[in-house]
């Protein structure tokens, strides 16, 4: 097994991977503690549905329930439905916006990758493996809860920055390589 800088290449590879997982772990971890979801608050919709379901079998009981009550069970459903579409629209805004986050800090590590470390290419490695797992944990994210459009506009930003900067590390590495293969040894002086 070939070995670069003294290190064993599975050693690099694996640390290239590990470092990748553990990044995105990250990611996906901090973007949702610096912006949570929205906030159900059950109690109040406990309440109201409890309300409404006293009522409903108080109208199933008795038949017909007063104008006032029957008003009062219209209010309770409209306002429950109300909460529930309030919550919902807020729920699909978080998951918009995250999986934004998710895919613009993915094209971040992945661009970070392009730095130019000839000695730490493990790290390099495990920037883009990285930034490229943030990317597809983005990708399932907005599958999971999204739109089809957001869905679709998510895979077609991740597959043009995925394109863009891995066409950018194969020129890159192909540089490395002739600048590499050009080198000319010094040779010791004729005795």
């Known amino acids: 097994m070939a070995a670069r800088h003294g290190i064993?290449?599975?050693?690099?590879?694996?640390?290239?991977?590990?470092?990748?997982?553990?990044?995105?772990?990250?990611v996906g971890v901090g973007v949702r503690?610096?912006?949570?979801?929205?906030?159900?608050?059950?109690?109040?919709?406990?309440?109201?549905?409890?309300?409404q379901r006293a009522l409903d079998s108080s109208r199933r009981l008795v038949g017909k329930l007063s104008g006032k009550h029957e008003a009062y069970f219209k209010n309770l459903s409209t306002e429950i439905a109300a909460k529930k579409e309030a919550l919902q629209s807020g729920r699909e805004a978080w998951h918009?916006?995250?999986?934004i986050a998710l895919v613009a800090l993915g094209a971040l590590l992945m661009g970070l990758s392009l730095i130019r470390v000839d000695r730490r290419w493990a790290v390099?490695?495990?920037?883009?493996l990285g930034g490229f797992f943030t990317i597809c944990y983005a990708?399932?994210?907005?599958?999971?809860?999204s739109s089809a459009v957001v869905s679709f506009a998510v895979l077609g930003v991740a597959l043009a920055v995925v394109l863009?900067?891995?066409?950018?590390?194969?020129?890159?590495?192909?540089?490395?390589?002739?600048?590499?293969?050009?080198?000319v040894e010094p040779t010791p002086p004729a005795a």
């Open 124 to 128: 390099k490695d495990g920037l883009f």
């Open 96 to 99: 918009r916006n995250s999986t």
């Open 139 to 145: 990708v399932v994210w907005s599958f999971a809860e």
């Open 33 to 51: 503690m610096l912006y949570p979801p929205p906030v159900q608050n059950d109690a109040q919709l406990q309440r109201l549905n409890d309300e």
């Open 8 to 26: 064993p290449r599975a050693q690099q590879v694996l640390v290239s991977v590990l470092l990748g997982i553990l990044i995105v772990v990250i």
């Open 164 to 183: 863009v900067i891995g066409y950018l590390r194969l020129v890159q590495s192909r540089k490395l390589n002739v600048v590499r293969s050009t080198r």
